[in-house]
């Protein structure tokens, strides 16, 4: 457990108990839907390309996998999805929300677009969270996730997405996209938000298959491998 002081935006503690996932309050979900709108609308608008190097796009592929994208990247993550998934209405896709506040938010947006969250973060809850991931990837999801996240830093992968596809036994597939025009925020993770009639190119690296049997080194080794593949298709 984080022993730094909680934020305000921390997931709340039953008292003596687990953390419970934070929920939006009636003007968070107002709120929640009004970005849900907004980001549709404005995914219309791009103009998307795909680099398939994993043969995820192609019709015949129907197997679960494990997406890796950075942090700065999720807001177009459900539409990329959708175009994934087109006339195969058995694939969901369960993904990877902190237990925060912020979390609460987007996982309400998140839902919005017919994803599964599963709340937790490698701070808080995340034993949980890597349990919930596990039991949605056997019953045939695809899993999600933001190795650099929920804190960063950027651009560096932690050891928690090689765990859960040692577990799982699916393979890891880099996604990142380059955005033509785009506000980048003042975050940790320089979140990035495309402006309308952005070019979108999107690219799925190899897939990364993790071996059942790994010692620590190994891990490490993989999570570097990972983080080299993804930072090999990232173009900021």
């Keep these: 457990m984080d022993a730094a002081p909680e934020s305000r935006s921390a997931a709340p503690r039953a008292k003596g108990g687990p953390v419970i996932p934070a929920q939006p309050r009636w003007h968070g979900r107002i709120a929640a839907h009004a970005a849900f709108w907004v980001a549709r609308i404005l995914a219309t608008t791009l103009r998307w390309s795909w680099d398939d190097r994993a043969g995820v796009v192609a019709p015949t592929h129907n197997q679960p996998v494990i997406f890796a994208v950075w942090h700065n990247r999720i807001l177009l993550s459900a539409f990329i999805y959708r175009h994934l998934t ?13 237990a925060s506040r912020d979390g609460g938010f987007i996982a309400c947006v998140m839902q919005l677009f017919g994803l599964i969250p599963a709340r937790g973060s490698s701070s808080r809850r995340g034993a949980a969270a890597l349990l919930d991931l596990v039991r949605h990837a056997r019953s045939g999801c695809d899993i999600a996730i933001t190795p650099d996240g929920p804190r960063g830093p950027r651009y560096q992968a932690q050891d ?22 785009k506000k980048v925020l003042r975050s940790w993770d320089a979140f990035q938000i495309p402006l309308p009639f952005s070019q979108c190119e999107v690219t799925f690296g190899p897939p990364l298959q993790v071996p059942r049997e790994l010692t620590p080194d190994q891990i490490a080794e993989l999570r570097a491998e990972l983080e080299s593949r993804l930072r090999s298709i990232t173009r900021d």
């Design 86 to 98: 087109r006339g195969k209405s058995n694939r969901r896709l369960a993904t990877l929300i902190s």
């Design 160 to 181: 928690g997405i090689i765990i859960l596809a040692q577990v799982t036994g699916l393979p890891i597939v880099p996604v990142a996209y380059r955005l033509s025009w």
